[in-house]
């Protein structure tokens, strides 16, 4: 399969600073890439989809003035996770696929964010 | 928007024995669904995975079954292994702005006993 490298793995800031995540998919170019959050023992949730030099789509509940999203190029997208609080503590994992009508994502390795 | 329920949320099983995860879902326009597994600190990884216009699928051990009519899907696995140890996740595909995204259910944590 596609794979898709996600930095940094984990990561630990103060509260108050801001914290940038990047996903690169390495081998086809994603035009659309998808952000998850994943608290402990819980699913997958959605925060956000991007694609390629647009703006991103959010979920609702997400805010998005404080994580925000970049997809700048075909295998590069970032989340920026600004203002950190310690309730941004999470497991944060993004995938991509291939194109507008592709269905099978392929995920990172995801990146655990730990805001002190 | 597409709402997919998975259960049971655990499952324990002895090693050789069978284990079945049944997922439900809402959206009738979804057309794929795939099944991940997660290890603990990982990447979800795709296991296997099934289009609306099929049935079921066989991969190995692994088997899923499709109902559209009833809406739900389940992942059946056969002389479970210790190694199969994990969480399970669901995912039907639902439509935004964007295109084509996937919704997870809520996972099911396999035990495998050796």
């Known amino acids: 399969g596609a794979v898709v490298s996600q930095h940094p793995s984990w990561v630990i800031c103060k509260s108050g600073t801001s914290v940038k995540i990047e996903c690169r998919s390495l081998d086809f170019q994603a035009t659309t890439m998808f952000w998850y959050r994943q608290f402990p023992k819980q699913s997958l949730m959605l925060m956000a989809t991007?694609?390629?030099?647009?703006?991103?789509?959010?979920e609702q509940g997400v805010e998005k003035d404080k994580f925000l999203i970049n997809h700048a190029s075909l295998t590069l997208s970032t989340l920026t996770v600004t203002s950190a609080h310690p309730e941004d503590s999470s497991f944060y994992i993004c995938s991509a696929r291939s194109g507008f009508g592709a269905t099978e994502a392929f995920f990172g390795q995801g990146t655990r964010l730990t805001v002190v | 928007g597409e709402n997919v329920e998975q259960h049971p949320s655990t499952l324990s099983v002895q090693e050789g024995d069978s284990a079945v995860i049944k997922c439900t879902y809402s959206d009738s326009a979804s057309n794929y669904f795939p099944w991940y597994k997660q290890e603990l600190g990982k990447r979800p990884q795709l296991i296997i995975d099934?289009?609306?216009?099929?049935g079921e699928k066989k991969d190995q051990r692994i088997a899923v079954t499709l109902n559209k009519t009833a809406k739900h899907f389940s992942l059946h696995i056969t002389e479970t292994q210790p190694e199969d140890s994990a969480v399970y996740f669901c995912?039907?595909?639902?439509?935004?702005?964007?295109?084509?995204?996937?919704?997870f259910g809520g996972g099911t944590r396999l035990m495998v006993k050796p």
């Open positions: 991007s694609n390629e030099g647009s703006k991103a789509t959010y």
């Open positions: 099934i289009r609306s216009n099929v």
């Open positions: 995912a039907a595909t639902s439509y935004n702005n964007a295109g084509n995204m996937l919704t």
